[in-house]
């Protein structure tokens, strides 16, 4: 079905509506924004990787705050089990019979606060669902909501008491970046605007969960040529041929930077995707997926380095 300018110009504004929703609380975090808000329209998810305070957490809650829907937060702990996030069932004596009681995944927004404290097997609990969009208890598949985001929070991996979280996982976040420390003068303006109360308790949904949808359906339909469909494909694929990298990214990742790009065209107001858009996200949608062999990685060798290097040299279509 063609998409028509009415619908693509009403998605835009969904995204705009956010966008300006989520700045009333996260000072000076336009360009993370569009990054998470790009995730959500392609149905990509998102990780965060970050110092404490940041941010991480609040980026989120204003997200979900903006939206209309279902939010839930696990905070992922050691002892935390596979149960705690996809439910589990109880036998009812009364009716006798098993009743599933739903966990925290059959949501809109799952914050997955700190997911790298948990242990590999409460980690890999979230791949099915982050992967199919569905659960399996028991040996019962259970499909989650057409809307399914998950963001999810790590500190830094040489953190006390973190388990890195393993490729195949990694692989399934669409996106990894940071917020990084904010400019002294938005820093003041923090401060100001927390004198007296979080501002985050005054804010009102400006979206609801059918205009997200629509803003997915509208992305879904901007045009991309082959020939930026091939550079896509070109750029991933070098990063399996560089110089240092035990394990280049997957064609997961090409998936994900088309369908992101897609959304970052529609935010732009354009009706097909350009290089800039792709170059724009290369570094937060490859650089996760990246494995560096270890000589590479202690001579100082990183993998978004070799992403950096990889826009470089690939060449650009005309």
Same mark, same amino acid.
């Given at each position: 079905?063609?998409?028509?300018?009415?619908?693509?110009?009403?998605?835009?504004?969904?995204?705009?509506?956010?966008?300006?929703?989520?700045?009333?609380?996260?000072?000076?975090?336009?360009?993370?924004?569009?990054?998470?808000?790009?995730?959500?329209?392609?149905?990509?998810?998102?990780?965060?990787?970050?110092?404490?305070?940041?941010?991480?957490?609040?980026?989120?809650?204003?997200?979900?705050?903006?939206?209309?829907?279902?939010?839930?937060?696990?905070?992922?702990?050691?002892?935390?089990?596979?149960?705690?996030?996809?439910?589990?069932?109880?036998?009812?004596?009364?009716?006798?019979?098993?009743?599933?009681?739903?966990?925290? &995944?059959?949501?809109?927004?799952?914050? +997955?606060?700190?997911?790298?404290? $948990? #242990? !590999? =097997?409460?980690?890999? *609990?979230l791949l099915e669902a982050m992967g199919e969009g569905q659960v399996s208890v028991d040996g019962e598949r259970r499909n989650l909501a057409d809307l399914f985001f998950v963001i999810a929070t790590q500190?830094?991996?040489?953190?006390?008491?973190?388990?890195p979280l393993p490729e195949a996982q990694m692989d399934r976040f669409a996106m990894q970046f940071t917020l990084g420390y904010v400019q002294p003068a938005e820093e003041v303006a923090i401060l100001t605007?927390?004198?007296?109360?979080?501002?985050?308790?005054?804010?009102?949904?400006?979206?609801?969960?059918?205009?997200?949808?629509?803003?997915?359906?509208?992305?879904?339909?901007?045009?991309?040529?082959?020939?930026?469909?091939?550079?896509?494909?070109?750029? &991933?694929?070098?990063?399996?041929?560089? +110089?240092?990298?035990?394990?280049? $990214? #997957? !064609? =997961?990742?090409?998936? *994900?930077?088309?369908?992101?790009?897609?959304?970052?065209?529609?935010?732009?107001?354009?009706?097909?995707?350009?290089?800039?858009?792709?170059?724009?996200?290369?570094?937060?949608?490859?650089?996760?997926?990246?494995?560096?062999?270890?000589?590479?990685?202690?001579?100082?060798?990183?993998?978004?380095?070799?992403?950096?290097?990889?826009?470089?040299?690939?060449?650009?279509?005309?």
């Open positions: 079905m063609e998409m028509t300018t009415v619908s693509r110009t009403k998605a835009r504004e969904v995204f705009q509506n956010i966008t300006a929703n989520i700045a009333r609380v996260m000072q000076g975090q336009n360009e993370a924004t569009r990054k998470l808000l790009a995730a959500l329209a392609s149905g990509g998810h998102v990780l965060l990787e970050d110092y404490p305070g940041t941010g991480k957490t609040t980026l989120a809650k204003v997200l979900a705050r903006s939206i209309d829907a279902r939010f839930k937060r696990v905070q992922f702990t050691p002892d935390l089990l596979p149960s705690d996030i996809l439910g589990v069932a109880i036998f009812n004596q009364r009716e006798q019979e098993f009743q599933f009681h739903e966990g925290p &995944v059959f949501t809109n927004i799952l914050l +997955a606060d700190e997911i790298n404290r $948990a #242990s !590999p =097997r409460t980690q890999s *609990a500190n830094p991996v040489e953190f006390r008491g973190t388990y605007a927390q004198s007296n109360n979080h501002p985050l308790d005054e804010l009102k949904p400006c979206a609801t969960l059918a205009d997200v949808l629509e803003l997915k359906h509208a992305a879904q339909n901007i045009r991309v040529s082959d020939e930026l469909k091939r550079y896509t494909v070109d750029l &991933v694929a070098a990063t399996r041929k560089a +110089a240092g990298v035990q394990l280049g $990214a #997957s !064609p =997961r990742a090409s998936i *994900a930077l088309m369908k992101a790009a897609q959304a970052l065209a529609l935010f732009d107001g354009q009706e097909f995707v350009s290089p800039e858009q792709i170059q724009e996200l290369a570094v937060s949608v490859m650089a996760h997926r990246i494995v560096m062999e270890p000589q590479a990685r202690f001579s100082g060798q990183s993998a978004r380095g070799v992403v950096e290097d990889v826009l470089k040299k690939t060449k650009v279509p005309a």
